[in-house]
């Protein structure tokens, strides 16, 4: 026997949880099933810091942070929960993108200045900057795991079912507007605690991140996603006085003082934390279920010179390890599309987050049958790569 319910999202992440939100907010009959703890540390929606980055040169991207920055402080006023702070982010060396970006930004309602290495020297004295600075005052800082609490909070509030150590084990596609999912309730450790429970639905939305493959890929066509192991640290400030934005860090294509690097730099102050920096995208390809949690050696040792380099205001000898995950397509776009009654959003990790309101809004108008902006649609050239 099974139960029936209107749409069911599988996967509590930033996204699910989102889209869950959207759904209730809308009176749909909607249930969330996630596979950990609540605040759990093994995907990608972890953490107490997010860069809120604006320093985007394509449209869609850039109309999606017009309607992310209402939203996110809508969600603020709807939970009684501070989630952003707007500390500004910038992005400094040689990017030839900078003018272009800071033409495009006023129009869509930011402000942006480019700044000398000396001026922004000034303004953030625990930064060396390099080359060139683009300075975006309206980015900031997200506290990603009181978003996600937040979110699924007010989920509840609006009628959403929202269930923790519930694990998906499987998904069928029974016709254009039936799906069928198998939950199984564990214990804390995973263990499982009765029978299996079987829910159909006249829509699914799949918010997976690093397991989308895994539990997905038997029924629906898909792109490649790259699951990687991604360690960050957080590094002890050596000065608590300091105003630290967020930042990005972009090395010079064949200049030798940038040969230890894997990739740009990105960071952020964590309150209470450190100084979050890390490499992006380049941490060792991972199973889901099988991970380290250790850093990659030569990438921790090669963090720890950058640090040593570039922060003067941290103890690079002073940092603790974080570890997640990130799950890229190959274009580094999102998937945010449909097919039959399954809606997919995956592909988000390394700069989806600030997006989170948005996606949620995007996969609930999937469910009804209009679509998210074709650069995240599931063409047949995106899938099976």
Same mark, same amino acid.
């Not at 690093?210 to 400030?237: C, D, I, S, Y």
């Not at 990438?299 to 950058?306: E, F, G, H, K, P």
């Given at each position: ?17 989102? +889209? ?8 749909? #009959? ?6 950990? +703890? ?35 402080? *809508? ?30 930004? &006023? ?22 900057? #390099? ?13 990603? *795991?009181?978003? =996600? ?33 198998? =939950? ?33 890929? %038997? ?33 010079? +294509?064949?200049?030798?003082?940038? %040969? ?48 040593? #380099? ?20 190959? *274009?580094?776009?999102?998937?945010? *599309?449909?097919?039959? &009654? ?15 309101? =948005? ?27």
């Amino acid at each position: 026997m099974s139960e029936f319910i209107d749409t069911i999202v599988v996967g509590g992440g930033a996204m699910g949880s989102a +889209a869950t939100l959207e759904l209730a907010r809308r009176g749909v #009959d909607v249930a969330l099933f996630e596979r950990f +703890a609540p605040g759990h540390h093994q995907g990608a929606s972890h953490g107490a810091s997010r860069n809120f980055n604006l320093s985007y040169g394509d449209p869609t991207y850039l109309r999606m942070l017009a309607e992310a920055l209402p939203a996110w402080r *809508d969600l603020e006023v709807e939970t009684g929960t501070r989630l952003l702070d707007q500390v500004g982010v910038v992005n400094h060396g040689r990017n030839p993108s900078f003018d272009d970006i800071a033409a495009l930004l &006023p129009g869509f309602g930011f402000d942006a200045e480019l700044l000398s290495t000396e001026e922004a020297g000034r303004r953030w004295p625990g930064i060396r900057f #390099d080359d060139r600075v683009l300075h975006t005052p309206q980015a900031g800082r997200l506290n990603a *795991d009181g978003a =996600v609490e937040a979110l699924q909070r007010a989920a509840t509030a609006h009628g959403a079912r929202v269930s923790h150590h519930a694990r998906v084990t499987r998904i069928e596609v029974l016709g254009d507007d039936r799906t069928r999912v198998e =939950v199984v309730r564990t214990d804390p450790d995973g263990n499982p605690l009765g029978d299996t429970e079987v829910f159909e639905s006249r829509r699914l939305v799949v918010t997976l991140g690093a397991w989308t493959a895994k539990l997905l890929g %038997g029924a629906l066509a898909l792109p490649r996603f790259t699951v990687t192991q991604e360690q960050p640290a957080h590094f002890a400030e050596r000065d608590d006085s300091l105003v630290w934005p967020g930042f990005n860090h972009l090395p010079t +294509a064949g200049d030798p003082r940038y %040969g230890s690097w894997p990739s740009p730099v990105y960071g952020m102050q964590t309150p209470g934390e450190g100084i979050k920096a890390g490499w992006h995208g380049v941490g060792p390809v991972t199973d889901p279920d099988a991970r380290s949690f250790r850093s990659e050696p030569h990438q921790l040792t090669a963090l720890q010179r950058y640090a040593r #380099d570039w922060l003067p205001g941290v103890d690079a000898d002073a940092f603790t390890e974080i570890s997640c995950t990130y799950t890229t397509t190959e *274009d580094s776009n999102f998937v945010i *599309d449909r097919i039959g &009654p399954v809606a997919v959003g995956a592909g988000f990790s390394g700069h989806g987050f600030k997006f989170t309101p =948005v996606v949620g809004r995007y996969l609930a108008d999937l469910t009804e049958g209009t679509p998210a902006p074709s650069l995240f649609s599931l063409q047949a050239q995106r899938r099976g790569r």
